[in-house]
């Protein structure tokens, strides 16, 4: 078992461009997460699918960001007109289930660096 | 909202000392989540507890919900348990979690 994959795992753009990131959850397992890491933020989370379907995404900025789930082997966050500030670690997790109490586990993240 | 405190914000040991972490939590949350992160690296699922003591290796997670804390006990410290500790709880009634700030231990030899 590989685990959650991610790639890239840096990216650097520049201001304005746009960023296209992926997660390949751990097979079988049915709910995808976003969160993002910053210094001064901590980890926030972003959004969640559950059997692709979109369940929360309380934590997106409301504009410039999307997410995306469309089959079980992947998920894509964009992020378009890219700005300094969304300069982060990016991590995408995957549990079997989605459910409150099903565990969640990480990929290794992309670095966003935005110039 | 709900919160996630977790202490002390660093510790500093010599190897073979003990590390105690400190979390506690807002919310009546009915399980948590401790996970370990190098410097650069993934996010590593330690202990996943709906409540009571688990045990792995020299590590000892202890959760009481209905208390709202919980703590993780380090054995006999290494240098390789160097890096940044977080507690995580679902908020609400949701599987999205909410992060402490995290623990960064650092044991030098």
């Known amino acids: 078992n590989a685990g959650v994959i991610q790639t890239p795992r840096h990216k650097v753009t520049g201001k304005g461009q746009e960023a296209t990131l992926w997660c390949e959850p751990i097979s079988g397992h049915s709910a995808v997460f976003w969160y993002r890491q910053t210094i001064v933020q901590g980890l926030e989370f972003l959004t969640y699918?559950?059997?692709?379907?979109?369940?929360?995404d309380s934590g997106m900025p409301k504009e410039r960001f999307s997410a995306q789930m469309p089959n079980q082997s992947h998920s894509t966050l964009k992020i378009q007109s890219t700005q300094p500030q969304d300069s982060a670690v990016y991590l995408c997790a995957s549990s079997s289930s989605g459910g409150y109490y099903a565990e969640q586990f990480f990929g290794p993240g992309t670095r966003l660096t935005v110039l | 909202g709900q919160q996630v405190q977790q202490s002390p914000a660093s510790l500093v040991l010599q190897e073979g000392e003990n590390a105690e972490l400190q979390c506690n939590f807002s919310?009546?949350?009915?399980?948590l989540q401790w996970f370990y992160q190098h410097p650069g690296g993934r996010l590593v699922s330690l202990f996943y507890n709906p409540s009571g003591t688990k045990h792995t290796g020299r590590l000892t997670s202890t959760t009481v919900t209905n208390e709202r804390r919980s703590s993780l006990h380090i054995s006999s410290s290494q240098t390789t348990d160097s890096g940044t500790y977080f507690c995580?709880?679902?908020?609400?009634?949701?599987?999205?979690?909410?992060f402490g700030e995290g623990t960064k231990l650092t044991v030098s030899s």
């Open positions: 995580a709880i679902p908020q609400g009634g949701s599987a999205k979690l909410i």
């Open positions: 919310s009546t949350a009915t399980r």
């Open positions: 699918f559950r059997n692709q379907a979109p369940i929360d």
